[in-house]
């Protein structure tokens, strides 16, 4: 065989370049396998909790921080939550009601037996606290003597009243199907009275009915009173749907009777009955 000495320059120069490269990588290969070996010791000295956390990826909570599999993400996202959400832990609810108003005090004389409807929602802030925005609707007739004082050939008429409240409702039960609470309420009343007065007569001969002799006002008003409500069961027994019915006393602070128009305060029971959900 041609020894190394007797070839050319150029050829030895490749042949120890080339053994250079075939020792390197059995070297490398060498420690690739060494290392290996050493993971795979490590691992079995290991217990199967401590290989999951191993071998899990972290888990980014909200807000940026990781945390591990075993829960503390869900952890930390509630404790945040807490921390800088109003609603955190907090639901919406609703009501829709209606039902009758009877006249109180000194608004007797004006205004009679009526109907009324009632919806609104907001915030139940916890399991006895709930904090709703309100709009109720009440329509009442005028008593008979009252619409004589109006002379003009009225023969009827009515009172009508929009109101949008603040209302708190709080329950004195809280872990009974069937229970009580107070609510009341306070904010703005638009109060409209008008006299109707039947003319002769349309296309067909029939008398018509027209509004005359009408006033109306915008004031604040307060209401307060107590109900009685019973809640649906679900199937685990933890519906927030409740039948309720309630009577409250309400206040609407309209202008004195000495103005044009204005009949006194008005004072009325407005009785509802409704579902909350």
Sequence with gaps: MTSLISMPLLRRASVLTAAILLASCITKAQSIASRDSSFS?????????????????????????????????????????????????????????????????????????????????????????????????????????????????????????????????????????NGAYLVGGFGYYHKSTSFNVQVCCDFYGYPVTINTNSFSSNQMGANVGIGLFHQLGGVYGDSKTRLFAEARYTYIHTPPITQTNGLGTTELIPVTLGIRF
């Design 41 to 177: 010791s490590s691992q079995s000295g290991l217990t199967q909790t401590e290989l999951a956390e191993f071998r899990a990826p972290a888990v980014l909570a909200p807000g940026g921080s990781s945390a591990s599999p075993g829960g503390s993400a869900a952890g930390q996202y509630g404790s945040g939550g807490s921390r800088n959400g109003f609603l955190h832990n907090r639901s919406w609810t609703f009501e829709l009601g209606g039902g009758f108003n009877a006249p109180a005090g000194n608004d007797t004389p004006y205004i009679t037996w009526g109907a009324n409807f009632t919806g609104g929602g907001g915030l139940r802030l916890n399991k006895r606290v709930s904090a709703l925005l309100e709009y109720q609707f009440m329509d009442n007739k005028l008593p008979g003597a009252f619409i004589a004082t109006a002379g003009n050939g009225a023969s009827g008429g009515n009172s009508h009243i929009n109101s949008i409240t603040g209302s708190p409702v709080i329950d004195l039960f809280t872990h009974k199907s």
